[in-house]
């Protein structure tokens, strides 16, 4: 009964930021290592970032320098700051503790 509510997405210039959040209920969310991982269509699902309970991140070479993945535990809900948009990371987003996936938020980066 685990449930991760993902928001924050939406449609952006080239250049532009989002924040997106992930709401997490029914787990003890500081035990869990938590990630993002993204989809375009026809593409298979990448890694973007994850973080350890202690919050240290890692990221994928393509969003390094341009994402922060971050967690607040006392709310349950790990962020990812996306900063200088580019069209290649038009995406549906999805945040996952590595056994369940919230349904995904849609980041479009377009002029």
């Known amino acids: 009964q685990v449930q991760l509510v993902e928001s924050g997405g939406g449609l952006v210039q080239p250049g532009g930021s989002l924040r997106l959040s992930c709401v997490v209920s029914?787990?003890?969310?500081?035990?869990?290592?938590m990630a993002w991982y993204r989809q375009a269509p026809g593409k298979q699902r990448m890694l973007v970032a994850s973080?350890?309970?202690?919050?240290?991140?890692n990221y994928a070479d393509s969003v390094k320098g341009r994402f922060t993945i971050s967690r607040d535990n006392a709310k349950n809900t790990v962020y990812l700051q996306m900063n200088s948009l580019k069209p290649e990371d038009t995406a549906v987003y999805y945040c996952?503790?590595?056994?369940?996936w919230g349904r995904g938020t849609q980041v479009t980066v377009s002029s």
């Open positions: 996952s503790d590595y056994n369940d």
């Open positions: 029914g787990s003890i969310f500081s035990i869990y290592r």
């Open positions: 973080i350890s309970t202690g919050g240290i991140p």
